[in-house]
């Protein structure tokens, strides 16, 4: 059997391995595997991780804000304690979750009934979370992407290039996040959240949609995410204009007032710079990763810089789109982080 298998088993207590673990489709940022043993079929996640005292700090929050989603009986697979393992397999040193395996086919977002339970879901979310510290953090201005800019090896000539056209974006971009911030400071909701609610992060299983991928939750405003997801959520396909039913649906499922002003699409342009960075400092070796994650940041850096030119360019328009639902989601019992 695989040497792999045997050392998640035996760490997690699963049981024996009936079968190698076999490899599974998923995100850019993590290799999963699906695990069947004598005690049943797990989802096994090794994580791309840094050793930091920001990423584990970041990473103990993920994990307490996904525990507290399961024990309210948030729809989602069941993670399997401890929430991070390092393992030592064929001499290397790999950093592992698991959870239960849930089988089933990716999402139909077009489905009124899916919508209106992306809305919902998120609502059950936010109201899960008890006071939170503020969701802000200054973002990198223009001046500090030239500087990393300018200190790259010559070997990036070409994606330096590429991201220079876009320094006149991230200079319109902040200043928009940064005005949006200080308009809707009094209708911000600061809360411990999911923060990646999107189509590829959803499973349709026999018991109904579950949402799936917890690693990076954290604080986020409650409106820009309900916002930023919805419109996320409502695009028939990637790069596609959102559909304005959907986008509506599944604000209304949210089932909260949102303000239908330019400012409610702050959080998404302020994801989109912070996402942003951090592949640029992969992309030009900032930070330790092998070179196929290396050439997969700048495919990825290349897609949200062309985001967040399109958002500039759209917020306008969806604007128009937002619409006036009911009153808040009622508080339930906290979550402490």
Known sequence: MNELGFAIAKAFGLGTPTAPPASVDGGGSHLMWRLRTTTGEWAVKQLNR???????????????????????????PRPVPPALMDLTVAGRRISVQVHEWRAGEPVDTTD??????????????HALSGPAPPADTALH??????????????????????????????????????RSAAELARSLTPVFTHRD??????????????????????????????????????????????????FRRILAGYGRELPPVPAAFGGLVRGQLRSGAWLLWRALGHRPVTPAERELSRIHLRDTLTAVHTALARIPEWTTGLPRAGSPPSARPGLSC
Not at 112 to 125: F, K, N, R
Not at 228 to 246: F, K, M, T, W
């Open 141 to 178: 201005d223009a001046a500090e992407w030239r500087a990393w800019l300018d200190d790259a090896p010559p070997s990036e000539a070409d994606l330096v290039l590429r991201v220079r056209e876009r320094l006149p974006d991230i200079a319109r971009a902040k200043d928009f996040a940064d």
């Open 112 to 125: 009124p009934a899916v919508q209106t339970w992306i809305g919902s879901t998120m609502a059950a979310v």
């Open 197 to 246: 609610v999107r189509p590829d992060n959803m499973l349709m299983t026999a018991a109904g949609p579950v949402l799936l991928d917890w690693d990076g939750a954290g604080v986020e405003h409650a409106e820009w995410e309900a916002v930023r997801s919805a419109l996320e959520c409502s695009r028939p396909a990637a790069g596609r204009e959102p559909d304005r039913a959907a």
């Open 50 to 76: 840094s050793r930091e005292q920001w990423w584990i700090d970041d990473f103990e929050t993920a994990a307490a804000v996904e525990e507290s989603a399961w024990s309210h009986g948030i729809p989602m």
